[in-house]
């Protein structure tokens, strides 16, 4: 997988992931991102935003877990090594 390129999250796993960490912050988890006071203040100190900054930077330290049609789990990342997998061997 290309740097460039960035996995792709339906809205309703995004929403959860923003929803999950934003709870995290507000609970007083420590940033993940060097936020400084401005970028801080431009947030007014909102969870929400500060959780979508951290999604923007594709830093969350958040799993979703896909289920499939026959009752196993993959994660995105194993998705992504299947995908790599294919792309090498062609």
């Known amino acids: ?6 996995i ?6 995004k929403a959860r ?5 934003a ?3 507000s609970m007083g988890a420590p ?3 060097k936020i400084g006071e401005k970028e801080l203040k431009e ?7 500060l959780a979508t900054m951290e999604y923007d930077k594709d ?7 896909r289920p499939l049609p ?3 789990k993959k994660t995105k990342r194993e998705e992504e090594e299947e995908k790599e997998e294919k792309e090498s061997k062609e």
Do not use: C, W
């Open 1 to 6: 997988m290309s740097e460039t390129e960035k």
């Open 8 to 13: 792709k999250y339906t809205k309703y796993e």
């Open 17 to 21: 992931m923003i929803g999950a960490r």
């Open 23 to 25: 709870l995290q912050l």
């Open 31 to 33: 940033f993940i991102l």
């Open 43 to 49: 947030a007014k100190y909102n969870p929400i935003k």
């Open 59 to 65: 830093v969350l330290p958040i799993t979703i877990h």
């Open 70 to 72: 026959d009752t196993r």
